[in-house]
């Protein structure tokens, strides 16, 4: 197996005007400025669109990145097996992350807010696209394009200066949170712990700012989170995810599921 670290992103397809209509895309609708959601933005994100509009907007992301990231697809881009545990995963995130990072270099013409904005771009590429393009069968998502985001966000917040905290998106919970999502993903305990910790950071500044309007968008985060991690430490998994990674389902995941437990949007995987 070739090493990730050998691996190059496709320059046709991996460029700024591939980061920036990431961005124009996600934030749609989003005024200029602004540090909360609006009605538009919530709706579109967290899943209270109509079926008409998911699919719409779902098109929307195929149309402009399903090519960037089937070329970098399990089949196109082979990680390390699945580690079982969390030190282990984290040994091999600079590697998986490394083709990525090449992109956050600043360039003689470019300033860090570029590699600010392009981290996002390719946070929200990895972590966020892949689930309304590939809805159907999760699995590369789980797998593969969700372990590429943790990693990528790992060594991000591991490094000066952090990107994550540039001053466009520093006193902006509606850009920054989205750095730090793949962790809420993560079926890893110390990457929600990770999540909480950034969060708490970031609540704590707006407070000291005296941005009470933005808290909301905050606490709805916090809220996400807290169902995710109450699944998670009951059953050390997202039991949505089983059918989709072939992980059989135990009896308990079985009824959890069955009586109503958060799936988060996830369909059951289609039967053959």
């Known amino acids: 197996m070739s090493s990730t670290r050998a691996f190059s992103l496709n320059k046709q397809l991996f460029n700024a005007n591939l980061y920036k209509r990431v961005r124009d895309v996600w934030f749609a609708d989003l005024p200029a400025g602004a540090k909360a959601p609006n009605q538009a933005t919530v709706f579109r994100w967290f899943g209270r669109a109509t079926e008409e509009e998911k699919d719409l907007f779902d098109g929307v992301c195929r149309s402009h990145f399903h090519d ?14 699945p580690k079982t545990n969390y030190s282990a995963e984290q040994s091999e995130a600079l590697s998986i992350a490394a ?18 904005n392009t981290a996002l771009s390719l946070v929200l590429l990895l972590d966020q696209i892949p689930r309304n393009i590939f809805r159907e069968d999760q699995g590369a998502i789980y797998s593969h394009y969700d372990r590429i985001a943790r990693a ?47 969060i708490a950071e970031l609540r704590s500044e707006i407070e000291e700012a ?12 916090m809220e996400a989170e807290t169902s995710h991690l109450n699944i998670l430490k009951r059953f050390g998994r997202y039991p949505h995810r089983n059918d989709h990674l072939g992980r059989e389902t135990t009896r308990e995941e079985r009824e959890f599921m069955e009586s109503g437990g958060d799936s988060f949007g996830v369909k059951p995987k289609p039967k053959a």
């Open 68 to 81: 960037a990231l089937a070329s970098i697809g399990p089949q196109k881009y082979t990680l390390p097996p």
């Open 99 to 116: 083709p990525f990072l090449s992109e956050l270099e600043q360039k003689p013409d470019q300033d860090e807010g570029t590699a600010s």
């Open 152 to 198: 990528l966000i790992n060594v991000i917040v591991s490094r000066e200066p952090r990107l994550d905290l540039h001053p466009q998106f520093r006193a902006a919970p509606v850009y920054r949170n989205w750095f730090y999502m793949p962790l809420m993903h993560s079926e890893y305990l110390e990457d929600h712990e990770k999540y909480e910790k950034l």
């Open 210 to 221: 005296g941005d009470q309007e933005t808290l909301w968008f905050l606490d709805k985060s």
